[in-house]
Nanobody, 119 residues
Framework: QVQLVESGGGLVQAGDSLRLSCAASGIIFSVNNMAWYRQAPGKERELVAGITSIFNLVYGDSVRGRFTISRDNAKNTVYLQMDTLKPEDTAVYYC?????????????WGQGTQVTVSS
């Protein structure tokens, strides 16, 4: 059974930092591309950041330079370091494991963790 369990969300003020973690089980973690997506109320789910099995990185335009994705294959965990948070970063953040590109809603998903940034 595949499980992706996110943690680290919460309520912070603009300019603060948060670190999200996603622990994976039931998959061969090292061969999966891993990503973080987010969905704000009334908006489409969007790619925040992705890291491939060979450590290529991709970032959404709105977070590039502020967020950093990383992975620890020994711990089956992917991280999202979020710095200089803005109110518009408020959303539910989802962890995703997949093969292939980061386009579309394929692969396995976590239950999501809420990030709220107050101004």
């Amino acid at each position: 059974q595949v499980q992706l369990v996110e943690s680290g969300g919460g309520l912070v003020q603009a300019g603060d930092s948060l670190r999200l973690s996603c622990a994976a089980s039931g998959i061969i973690f090292s061969v999966n591309n891993m990503a973080w997506y987010r969905q704000a109320p009334g908006k489409e789910r969007e790619l925040v950041a992705g890291i491939t099995s060979i450590f290529n990185l991709v970032y959404g335009d709105s977070v590039r330079g502020r967020f950093t994705i990383s992975r620890d294959n020994a711990k089956n965990t992917v991280y999202l370091q979020m710095d200089t948070l803005k109110p518009e970063d408020t959303a539910v953040y989802y962890c995703n494991a997949r093969f292939g590109s980061f386009v579309g809603r394929s692969g396995f998903w976590g239950q999501g963790t809420q990030v709220t940034v107050s101004s």
